[in-house]
Every structure is written in C-alpha cells, then in structure tokens.
C-alpha cells in the first residue's frame, strides 16, 4: 500500500481510546520516523539522554506549560502506569500522613475507581455520588461538602464512559483540587492555578499510550514521605526531570507533536474548545430534535463535548445501528453496558467531516425506522 492510499484508507474512528490522532501528526511522525531531523536515527532509536531527546523533552514541556498557561508554582512530569497508576500514587503522596480524608466527587466510573483505589491509602469520605441517577448528571450547587482539613478533593473533569463533563471548577475552598482530567486534557482552557494536581493519560487527546502527564503544585510536594517506592514518588520523578528511569520516548515525542497542532493549527486551547463545543453540537441538536428517539444519557447541562451517550428508545436497534454505521466508515460506536448503547467520542483530532457523517447518518437511520 503506498502512503496516499493509507491515508485515503482511513475511517472515522469514535473509540475511547486510545483514540483517533490528527492525520498531520501520524504523517510528521511517519516522515520522521527513519531519520529524525538532525539526529541521523529514528526517534524509536534514540538514547533518553541524548541531544535530540533533550530537546524533545523541553520543547514537549515548554509547549505544554504555553498551551495550558502553567506558572512557576507548577512542576510538569511525564510519567507511566497510566492515569490508572495515578488512582494510588495520588493517595500515596498526598494522603498518607495526613490528618484529613480525601474527598472524591464521583461523577461516574473512573472517579468510582479511583476512590476505590485510594481507600487502599487511607481515609476516603465521599463528598458527592452521583450513583443513584446512574451518573447522569454533577452536583448542584451546594451538594458537595468537604472537609476543612481534606487531604485533597478528587474530581474527574470528564467521565469518559457516562459523558458527564464539569463545565467548571466544582468549590472546595482552600482544600487542595486534584483532577483526573484524563478525557479532556488539552481539549479546553484551564486554569491550572486553581488546581493541587491534574493528571492525565495522554491516548484520549493528546496523543498515544505510554504517557501519562502530571501537573503538581510545588508545596505539596512537601506531603511525600521518604518510605514511598522510589518510582511511587513524584519527588523522584521531578528532581530527575522525567528521566528517573527510561522515559516513553516515543510516547513524549508525539504529544509534543500534538501540542504543536493544537497551537499552530487549531489556534491554541481557546480554538480547540470552539472546535470540540461545535462538533458535539451537531449530535446533541440531533438527540434533542428525535422526538425520544434517540436518548441521550447525561443531563442537558452536564453534557459532555468528548464523550457523546446515548440509546435509542428500541434498544433492539442499537445492534443494527452499529452495523450499519461500519460500512459507511463509522467505527467504534459501540458504548458501554452500564449507561446504554451508543458512545461517540469525539476528541481534538476527530474531524468535523467525521462528525456531520455520524450525524447524518443518525437522521437517516431515523428516518428509516418511520420515527
Ligand atoms: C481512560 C481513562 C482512565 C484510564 O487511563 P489508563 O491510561 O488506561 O490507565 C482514567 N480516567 C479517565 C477519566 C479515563 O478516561
């Protein structure tokens, strides 16, 4: 198969994750991939303590601190284990010791996950559960109450599986805000200042598994104890610049490139959150104008823009339409058991081509059905 081919190949893939990239970036890293420019070996070759991935590494960094704002009260480590590692690191190093509990706002699965793990650590009271709903909406205001002395709270900015997403920053007062913003990073502005810590795996957004980054705020730093595993540490991790051990080299060089698209291509985070708002837009005008036919799971004003739910009111169509989106270069619609049939995740890189296809061929598979 020779390269234009390939490229014309490609379908419009809504999975999860990992995810659809921008075709530029599969492409930069396709012509790179033998020679790296000025290195004379591939990226896949190169020592993590060589020039070249000096420069990887800082310029990745540089751009991510750029896109996302990220002061000096900030550190930025790249890490492994994915976001699920980072369920007990967080606990490990910012609960153990403490007097408070850690808070966990739970808004669907993976917040469910992560509390679970932390009360491997310690004290874990749960501020808010969105369970009885079946996750299908975030807490009103007033609903969520912390501790004074919380370890830290814990919030999932976007529930991947239920299409839940905080359009801000749920009020926890003076106690340290951790997030798992695994599902949306990078696909909106955020103000980091107002967070102790966001983690998040990089193959949903912002580029391919094997990294996970870590946004932590320098004081709490203090909160790790010297009896943590070594690589458990973020202190490790910060104090040896991502390097304490071999770093995904290959993982780092593609989200850097990810953050150069966003910046040069889709006019920075601003322009990215614009692009995402008006491509979920195009599915939800579509649920709301179906007369019930097709459902979405998540409340209207907790509407996710990555992750879009829903069923159809005959679930015994949903099999039929996943079927038959796949021919028209549809794939991976299939959603998970818990919330009902049909998840399209739309992220950074899906297309709004990708989007009006999915679209109309949601009007046509109504129309179809005589609904
Ligand atoms: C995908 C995802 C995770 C798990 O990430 P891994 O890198 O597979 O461990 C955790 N939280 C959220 C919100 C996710 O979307």
């Known amino acids: 198969m020779d390269r234009s081919s390939a490229a014309a190949e490609r379908v419009y893939n809504f999975s999860p994750g990992p995810a659809v990239l921008p075709l530029e970036v599969l492409q930069r890293a396709r012509d790179e991939l ?10 896949l070759e190169i020592s993590h303590r060589s020039p070249p991935f000096d420069r990887i590494l800082e310029e990745t960094l540089a751009s991510l601190r750029a896109l996302l704002g990220i002061g000096s009260d900030h550190e930025v480590v790249f890490l492994q284990g994915g976001a699920s590692l980072q369920f007990s690191m967080v606990p490990m190093n910012l609960l153990r010791g403490q007097e408070g509990p850690a808070e966990y706002i739970i808004t ?16 874990v009271h749960v501020a808010w559960d969105g369970v009885a709903t079946n996750y299908d909406r975030l807490p009103g205001p007033g609903e969520v109450r912390v501790a004074e002395n919380a370890a830290y709270a814990h919030v999932t900015s976007n529930e991947t599986i239920q299409g839940v997403q905080w359009k801000h920053e749920p ?7 951790v997030c798992d913003c695994s599902s949306d990073f990078l696909s909106r502005p955020i103000d980091v200042s107002k967070y102790g810590l966001i983690y998040a795996c990089a193959q949903k957004n912002a580029g391919i598994a094997g990294v996970t ?25 910060v104090k040896n610049g991502s390097r ?14 990810v953050c150069e698209w966003i910046r040069e291509r889709m006019g920075g985070l601003e322009g990215m959150a614009r692009h995402n708002a008006a491509k979920a837009r195009l599915l939800y005008d579509v649920l709301d104008a179906s007369a019930g036919f097709y459902q ?10 990555m992750n879009v739910t829903f069923k159809l009111r005959d679930e015994s169509l949903e099999k039929e339409f996943v079927a038959g989106a796949t021919p028209r270069g ?26 009006r296809a999915l679209r109309d061929y949601m009007l046509e598979f109504q129309k179809g059905r005589g609904a």
């Open 171 to 177: 009020d926890v007062g003076a106690v340290p805000l």
């Open 34 to 43: 033998v020679a790296l420019p000025g290195a004379g070996i591939s990226v």
């Open 108 to 123: 669907g699965t993976w917040g469910q996950t992560g509390a679970k793990e932390a009360r491997r650590e310690g004290a």
């Open 330 to 355: 549809l794939i991976d619609l299939k959603g998970h058991r818990s919330v009902g049939g049909i998840r399209a995740s739309i992220y950074n890189a899906m297309p709004v081509e990708g989007v």
């Open 244 to 257: 304490a051990n071999t770093p995904p080299v290959f993982a780092i060089y593609v989200l850097g490139l």
């Open 296 to 305: 979405g799971h998540s409340q209207p004003e907790c509407r996710s823009d």
């Open 213 to 237: 980054a870590v946004i932590i705020r320098k004081d709490l730093l203090a909160r790790s104890r010297d009896d943590l595993p070594t690589m458990l540490d973020y202190r490790t991790h």
